[in-house]
């Protein structure tokens, strides 16, 4: 019978800085995973905008509503303009969370806005059978952001001197 | 007895809120109350100082809001924490009080009327 031989022990080191390299690159995609999924996005000193991309579980809901009520509080935020165009699937599961997200900004005294609302879009949250309750909703993001103007006494106005 | 801060800025009246006021079984009574002797038509009540609420004790504050609104006096809320409005969303189906970030807006708010 062969004896068996030991990993030499600058293998079993070589071995664990791998590992240790592997946790790091591990670590540092989470974080920016992290970063990706709550994006907040700062338009004026008092209207915030949070483009949301992907899939929305629950857990992710809590993240990002997280996120934009310390925001709230840090920064006096008044008008939340939650994107959702990029979203995978709006179904009643996710329109809960967006609807709770809208609660939620109200109690700290601040007004969400959900965009990206398209005509079919509409039509599977009314088919479902969604209340939005007096959630503010739109279809482009455009006319959210000109409602959060109007929220914080402000307005987009043409000047005349567009670069030709 | 009454151990709540309350405090006349101009026309509002200014009501901090503790964990400790929750616990009063007289909280509604008492401060309506001390309330009805001020001429002041609308009150802010503070929540700030509250870093967690249960249903029932949110129950108490809609139950002040609505006690005060029933003697003439306009109550607002105020100062509720990230971590209490992500709490009141799932414990109730939608909490219909006017809100404000902080005493200053909701004075804002209040002057503006």
Known sequence: MRDRKEPSSSARTDEKIEQQQREIEGLQHSI?????????????????????????????????????????????TKVIVIDIAGVNVVDSSVASHLIKMGLATKLMGATTIISGISPDMATNIVNLGIQTGDTETTNTLEDALNRAYRHVGLALVATGDADN | MLTTNIERIGSNTVIDLDEKDLLSNDLIRSLSHELSKISNRSAVINLEQISALSSREWGEVVALVNALRLIGIRAVLCGINPSVAMTLIELVDSPRVESYLNVDGALDALEAE
Do not use: T, Y
């Not at chain 1, 700062?42 to 993240?63: H, N, T």
């Open chain 1, 32 to 76: 920016a995973a992290a970063k990706f999924e709550l994006p907040l996005l700062r338009i004026s000193q008092e209207i915030l905008m949070v483009p949301l991309v992907g899939a929305m579980d629950s857990m992710r809901s809590q993240r990002v509503m997280q996120n934009i009520l310390d925001n709230i509080k840090s920064a006096g």
